[in-house]
């Protein structure tokens, strides 16, 4: 990733980032130039060690922890990432959890704790580190959705309410924000990550069947998604929605 226009290399925010997609996307960045926040929550101990690898290659990394279902942790995290940078240029979104239950089942704190983690959080995130975008000479905001937002899920209504809000948030920041600040979206589909792990061989087998690539997706090329929108290739694009899901869905 080429440095900012300041002179420095590029500061970038992952959020989620101790596994899987986010945890991909730092390391891709990493090695293309970037100073990494790695963020996490559950999983502290698996950001502290990726961020010690990315240091002993040479590179500048740093870990940041919070809940992003609770506002306070989440002015914490920003403040965590203030007191190091003065200015931020990469905002990546894309921590989430995905709980799966039926919605007549559904109790009032389970659709509430998705809601404040999947969507609540990033945006209050967002609104947190906003003074920082905005001294960066290029900001770039990144939100990672799901293929679940255009499709709906199964056991899973308020996890794609909430990815599509991510979708009407940052099309209604494209406008607003622009033209000083980018916002946009990846949606992947199906990724070889955790939330895939309970999958039976059978059911696997059918839910390659139904993909035209005919494969599963990793992280990583994800990763390549996110990046793309994150480096000066894509100052021409915004409020768009970039699809990753081997086609899956055509949009």
Same mark, same amino acid.
């Given at each position: 990733?080429?440095?900012?226009?300041?002179?420095?290399?590029? #500061? &970038?925010?992952?959020? !989620?980032?101790?596994?899987?997609? !986010?945890?991909?996307?730092?390391?891709?960045?990493?090695?293309?130039?970037?100073?990494?926040?790695?963020?996490?929550?559950?999983?502290?101990?698996?950001?502290?060690?990726?961020? *010690?690898?990315?240091?002993?290659? !040479?590179?500048?990394?740093?870990?940041? *922890?919070?809940?992003?279902?609770?506002?306070?942790?989440?002015?914490?995290?920003?403040?965590? &990432?203030? #007191?190091?940078?003065?200015?931020?240029?990469?905002?990546?979104? =894309?921590?989430?959890?995905?709980?799966?239950?039926?919605?007549?089942?559904?109790?009032?704190?389970?659709?509430?704790?998705?809601?404040?983690? =999947?969507?609540?959080?990033?945006? *209050?995130?967002?609104?947190?580190?906003? !003074?920082?975008?905005?001294?960066?000479?290029?900001?770039?905001?990144?939100?990672?959705?799901?293929?679940?937002?255009?499709?709906?899920?199964?056991?899973?209504?308020?996890?794609?309410?909430?990815?599509?809000?991510?979708?009407?948030?940052? *099309?209604?920041?494209?406008?607003?924000?622009?033209?000083?600040?980018? &916002? =946009? %979206?990846?949606?992947?589909?199906?990724?070889?990550?955790?939330?895939?792990?309970?999958?039976?061989?059978?059911?696997?087998?059918?839910? &390659?069947?139904?993909?035209?690539?005919?494969?599963?997706?990793?992280?990583?090329?994800?990763?390549?998604?996110?990046?793309?929108?994150?480096?000066?290739?894509?100052?021409?694009?915004?409020?768009?929605?970039?699809? %990753? =899901?081997?086609?899956?869905?055509?949009?």
């Amino acid at each position: 990733m080429p440095r900012s226009s300041v002179g420095r290399p590029v #500061r &970038v925010l992952v959020t !989620g980032a101790s596994r899987g997609i !986010g945890r991909d996307t730092a390391k891709l960045l990493a090695h293309r130039g970037a100073d990494l926040a790695i963020h996490a929550n559950e999983h502290v101990p698996a950001a502290e060690t990726l961020a *010690r690898e990315l240091v002993k290659e !040479g590179h500048h990394a740093f870990v940041v *922890r919070g809940d992003l279902g609770k506002s306070a942790e989440v002015d914490l995290l920003a403040k965590s &990432v203030e #007191r190091r940078w003065d200015s931020l240029d990469v905002l990546i979104q =894309n921590a989430g959890t995905y709980p799966r239950v039926a919605f007549p089942e559904m109790s009032d704190e389970e659709l509430r704790r998705c809601l404040e983690v =999947n969507l609540l959080g990033p945006i *209050r995130l967002t609104r947190r580190l906003l !003074g920082s975008l905005q001294r960066s000479p290029s900001p770039r905001i990144i939100f990672v959705s799901s293929i679940l937002a255009f499709t709906g899920s199964t056991r899973g209504a308020h996890y794609a309410a909430a990815k599509a809000g991510l979708v009407g948030f940052a *099309r209604s920041l494209a406008r607003e924000l622009a033209p000083h600040v980018t &916002v =946009n %979206v990846v949606a992947p589909g199906a990724v070889d990550t955790e939330i895939l792990s309970g999958d039976t061989p059978e059911r696997r087998a059918a839910r &390659v069947a139904r993909i035209p690539l005919r494969r599963i997706g990793t992280p990583l090329e994800v990763a390549h998604a996110i990046a793309f929108l994150a480096s000066p290739d894509a100052s021409y694009v915004t409020g768009a929605t970039l699809h %990753v =899901n081997g086609g899956l869905l055509l949009e």
